[in-house]
């Protein structure tokens, strides 16, 4: 079954230190991996996508199948990036799982 | 260019009554998706139309019914609700076979079933 899992509901780092928010995931075909953020009082919206093998406000993603594992990465967060991350996988149909979130504080 | 809008932002119903939630989809997209949130979750497939017609559905009872109409916009419509149907509920837009999988997303409608 296809699911999406982020292991942490919050996640608090301190201005300039690295950050790491995990998302695993289980799908039986080939997966197509997306992350979505949702600033305050802002609509949900896609930060990145695995396809494009791309950079973002600094932040990436690689995927490892392996692992089965697609987690995002920063290496100085700022605090403009506290914000709701979701995690999500593109199944039959566009059909999108989401993870539960996990709210990232970056803290002056 | 437009955004996705949907409407009410807010309502309040009681259990056993039914509820239609509307959405305008973002110019120049002709899918529309509709998902769950309850609260501390990430958003759930309730499912998807494209040329006015069901093409995907998640795990929601029949119960939850849905339209696009000619211009795209949809509308998602509950009967007989429940209280675990209170959630806020997103609308997203995106180009046809979803594209390079960019959903746009509504503000969301949040529906509190007393």
């Known amino acids: 079954a296809q699911r999406v899992t982020q292991p942490e509901k919050l996640l608090s780092v301190f201005k300039g230190a690295p950050v790491e928010l995990k998302c695993n995931y289980s799908y039986s075909g080939s997966p197509e991996l997306f992350w979505y953020v949702q600033y305050s009082r802002q609509r949900l919206q896609l930060l990145l996508r695995h396809i494009s093998r791309e950079s973002i406000k600094g932040f990436t993603a690689d995927l490892n199948k392996g692992e089965t594992s697609f987690h995002l990465k920063k290496p100085f967060a700022q605090e403009e990036d506290s914000a709701m991350y979701y995690c999500?996988?593109?199944?039959?149909?566009?059909?999108?799982?989401f993870g539960s979130g996990t709210k990232l504080n970056v803290k002056p | 260019e437009t955004g996705v809008t949907q409407s009410p932002t807010h309502l309040i119903k009681t259990r056993g009554q039914q509820v239609t939630l509307r959405c305008s989809s973002q110019s120049g997209h002709n899918t529309v998706s509709w998902y769950q949130q309850a609260l501390g979750q990430g958003p759930q497939f309730i499912f998807q139309y494209y040329r006015e017609e069901e093409n995907g559905r998640g795990n929601f009872p029949p119960r939850f019914s849905g339209l696009q109409f000619p211009n795209y916009s949809s509308e998602l419509n509950v009967n007989a609700l429940e209280l675990d149907d209170s959630a806020l509920y997103l609308c997203?837009?995106?180009?046809?076979?979803?594209?390079?999988?960019?959903?746009?997303f509504g503000e969301g409608s949040r529906l509190t079933v007393l």
């Open positions: 997203a837009s995106s180009l046809a076979g979803g594209g390079t999988g960019e959903l746009f």
């Open positions: 999500a996988l593109r199944g039959d149909f566009n059909k999108f799982y």
